[in-house]
Structures are given as C-alpha cells and as structure tokens.
C-alpha cells in the first residue's frame, strides 16, 4: 500500500481541525466566562499560537498541547518567556525527559507559586 503526499496532508488536516474543536471545547470547559468573552475566533487564533509555542518545546501530544495552552490562558500567552519565570524554560528545556512530564512539572510549579502567594500576607 502506497499513501500519496496529498493523502497524508488531508489526513493531517482532519485531525489538526479535530483537535482545535477539541482544544476550543476544552477551554469553554476550563475557562467558561473568559472563552464566552474571548469568542472561537481568539479562541482559535489561541490555540494556534499555542501549538506553535509548545512545538518549540517538543510538546506534540493532544494532552500536552491542551495543558501548554491552559497556561497561556492562565498565566501569559508567553508564559514560557516570561523573565519572571526563568525555571518554566529550564524544566521545558530538559531534553531527556518526557514531554508529558515537563508540562506536568511546569503546571505543578505554578500551582505552588500561587499557592505560595495567596499564603503570603500583603506588606
């Protein structure tokens, strides 16, 4: 069996419009009030720029896409570049372990970082 170019790229343009239906259902579920403000249209301009970003950090699963662009939305869009935040990079940057781990790392620091300062009192 021979799959053509052209096969393949209609595939991939299946599964890429089903993961960004997924990825915007998602977010409606995640962030109902700021995905109501924001529209599908943003929504879907977000979840683009996501898929990039997170490319850049060889996060290619559905899973890890979706929990990259939670971050945007939470965070920053560029939460990842943020000079604030210099140890997203390097947990991102580790090369020798999984993407699914780093995402999960990154998640979980930030959880604590906010934990942290909800516990601090204000000066």
């Known amino acids: 069996m021979i799959i ?18 997924r990825a915007i259902a998602h977010l409606h579920t995640a962030f109902p009030e700021w995905a109501a403000w ?10 683009h720029l996501g ?9 290619t699963g559905a899973q890890d896409i979706c929990r990259f662009v939670d971050l945007m939305v939470a965070i920053s869009p560029e939460f990842d570049d943020d000079p604030r935040f210099p140890w997203v990079r390097r947990i991102l940057g580790q090369k ?28």
């Open 4 to 21: 053509r170019q052209e096969q393949l790229d209609v595939l991939q343009s299946k599964s890429s419009r089903s993961f960004e239906r």
């Open 38 to 47: 924001a529209g599908d249209e943003r929504l879907l301009l977000l979840v």
């Open 51 to 59: 898929f990039r970003r997170a490319r850049r950090w060889n996060l």
């Open 96 to 123: 020798h372990v999984s993407a699914t781990t780093r995402i999960g790392r990154v998640h979980e620091c930030f959880r604590q970082y906010f934990a942290r300062m909800a516990s601090t009192p204000e000066r």
